[in-house]
C-alpha cells in the first residue's frame, strides 16, 4: 500500500493492490471489533477503483488518493493502538 502512496497518480487500475489490505484489515476487524468509521472506510476502499477515474474528469477531485491516505491513517492508528495494548499487557511480548 506505501507503494501507491509513493507514485505521483492513483490511477483506478493502481487500487487493485487495494484488495489485500482491505481483506486483511476486514479479517482483523471481524476478530477484534471495528472501530467507529472503519466498516464505512472499507466499503469505500472497495468501490473507489469504479468511481475515481469519472469522477476526477469531472471535479478534478483525486478519490483514490483521498481514500488511500484515509484507509493508510485508519491502518496505522489500529495498528498504534494495539501495539500500545500489547506493550502494556505483556512486556515479554514487545521485546521479542
Known sequence: MGSLLATPYVLDYDLVVLAIAIAYFARLGLRQGFRPCEISLLAAAWIVPLLSRGLAALTTIPLGLLVLLALYV??????????????????????A
Not at 74 to 90: E, N, Y
Request: proline fraction near 0%; avoid cysteine; hydrophobic fraction near 40%.
Open 74 to 95: 485508519f491502518i496505522l492508528r489500529r495498528a498504534a493502538r494495539d501495539h500500545k495494548s500489547l506493550t502494556i499487557g505483556d512486556r515479554r511480548l514487545a521485546q
